[in-house]
């Protein structure tokens, strides 16, 4: 059974910066899409960032140019690297895996979701 690890989240000043990591367990395939969402207190879950095994990604308008996300395709690690962070980036980010390649931005298109890491921004 997948099993996703989120780990990387904490407490961090505005402008600081973040990584984020997401460990699969019992992933057999490369051929996924692995994203990251997000869920502020309060609101929907939104998409922030995703990428295929032949590295082609997607990056939210809210977070681009200050989020990275990358893949250790060897080992199915995930990671979201976030620089210059904003208060309302705030949020619990969750990992999730979609099987084949095509890109989505739609959480319902995710089969896997790991159990979120809280980022909290301060001023």
């Known amino acids: 059974q997948l099993q996703l690890i989120e780990s990387g989240g904490g407490l961090v000043q505005a402008g600081g910066s973040l990584e984020l990591s997401c460990a699969t367990s019992?992933?057999?395939?490369?051929?996924?899409?692995m994203g990251w969402f997000r869920q502020a207190a309060g609101k929907v879950r939104e998409f922030v960032a995703a990428l295929n095994w032949l590295n082609v990604k997607v990056i939210a308008s809210s977070v681009k140019g200050r989020f990275t996300i990358s893949r250790a395709n060897p080992k199915n690690v995930c990671y979201l690297s976030m620089n210059s962070l904003k208060l309302e980036d705030t949020a619990v980010y969750y990992c999730?895996?979609?099987?084949?390649?095509?890109?989505?931005?739609?959480?319902?298109?995710?089969?896997?979701w790991g159990q979120g890491t809280q980022v909290a921004v301060f001023s």
């Open positions: 019992g992933l057999v395939s490369r051929n996924v899409v």
């Open positions: 999730a895996v979609r099987v084949g390649s095509v890109l989505a931005e739609s959480a319902a298109e995710y089969h896997f």
